[in-house]
């Protein structure tokens, strides 16, 4: 069985790769932060891989991320 996330785990994703910031993220989909972070949580775990690299100078995306982020904006 193939994964297929829902549009609204894609809009979160989008929203966290433009700002990468989980509190400008959740505010720009109109979500709580914790709400946002876990639904972004269990696309990574669905998917399998890490979309962000979290460290202590912010967060960036990770390769896989990279090659995602175009693929969610054309869905």
Known sequence: MQFRPSSRQLDYFIALA??????K???KCN???PTL???FKL???QLGC???ERGAGGISLTAAGERLLPL???A
């Open 72 to 74: 969610a904006r054309q």
């Open 37 to 39: 972070s876990s639904q």
């Open 31 to 33: 979500v709580s932060q």
């Open 43 to 45: 696309l990574e775990d």
């Open 18 to 23: 433009e700002t990468l910031h989980f509190g």
């Open 50 to 52: 890490i979309l962000l």
């Open 25 to 27: 993220a959740a505010e």
